[in-house]
């Protein structure tokens, strides 16, 4: 989805976006989502050291950052 909320059908897959976009801008949080940092609209502790995030416009269903990349998300985010 973009920011209008009207959802795309991309021609790639997650591992070759996640190639293509800006690594400034995307970042890939799990093996189901990649996530922009002006979507991210707020994140919580989850539980087993996830976190959940809250973006703009809202997603169906949870988001989580897996527990594996939470290290690495939260440098990014700060630099994002």
Do not use: C
């Given at each position: 989805m973009?920011?209008?909320?009207?959802r795309h059908i991309a021609e790639h897959s997650l591992d070759e976006l996640e190639e293509i976009?800006?690594?400034r801008q995307f970042f890939r949080i799990s093996r189901k989502y990649i996530v922009q940092a002006s979507a991210i609209a707020e994140l919580e502790p989850y539980f087993n050291g996830r976190l959940s995030?809250?973006?703009?416009?809202?997603?169906s269903g949870e988001v989580l950052v897996s527990r594996e990349r939470v290290k690495d998300f939260k440098v990014w985010l700060e630099g994002a």
């Amino acid at each position: 989805m973009w920011a209008t909320g009207k959802r795309h059908i991309a021609e790639h897959s997650l591992d070759e976006l996640e190639e293509i976009l800006n690594p400034r801008q995307f970042f890939r949080i799990s093996r189901k989502y990649i996530v922009q940092a002006s979507a991210i609209a707020e994140l919580e502790p989850y539980f087993n050291g996830r976190l959940s995030l809250k973006l703009t416009p809202q997603a169906s269903g949870e988001v989580l950052v897996s527990r594996e990349r939470v290290k690495d998300f939260k440098v990014w985010l700060e630099g994002a």
